[in-house]
């Protein structure tokens, strides 16, 4: 059973920085895409931030684009996100996603292309 588990969120003040953590059981993530969303209460989930297998050009929303760093250790079987100078706009659960397709060459935007998730953390930037 393949189960993440995201952490490192938290309340903060605009300007700071945080970093998530999603931890990756049950299934090897070498050979997964792996990805950041989020979504705000009434809304979609959108899609932040995505790195595929091959750890070669990662994927950002315009949005968090030269703010937010994701990167992976397959090692840990770990995927990070580096979320710099946070706007209050930033405020949302973040989840963790990952895709165990070995199809697509490259991070799917998309929600139903992720076959599992974590649970979610709080990131909560006032002003």
């Known amino acids: 059973q393949v189960e993440l588990v995201e952490s490192g969120g938290g309340m903060v003040q605009a300007g700071t920085s945080l970093r998530l953590s999603c931890t990756v059981s049950?299934?090897?993530?070498?050979?997964?895409?792996l990805a950041w969303f989020r979504q705000v209460p009434g809304k979609e989930r959108d899609f932040v931030a995505g790195?595929?297998?091959?750890?070669?050009?990662?994927s950002y929303a315009a949005s968090v684009k030269d703010r937010f760093f994701i990167s992976r250790n397959n090692a840990k079987n770990e995927v990070y996100l580096q979320m710099n100078n946070l706007i209050p706009e930033d405020t949302a659960v973040y989840y963790c996603?990952?895709?165990?397709?070995?199809?697509?060459?490259?991070?799917?935007?998309?929600?139903?292309?992720?076959?599992?998730w974590g649970q979610g953390t709080q990131v909560t930037v006032s002003s």
């Open positions: 790195i595929n297998w091959r750890r070669d050009t990662p």
């Open positions: 996603g990952i895709d165990l397709t070995t199809i697509r060459s490259n991070v799917s935007p998309h929600t139903f292309n992720y076959d599992h």
């Open positions: 049950g299934r090897e993530i070498s050979y997964s895409h």
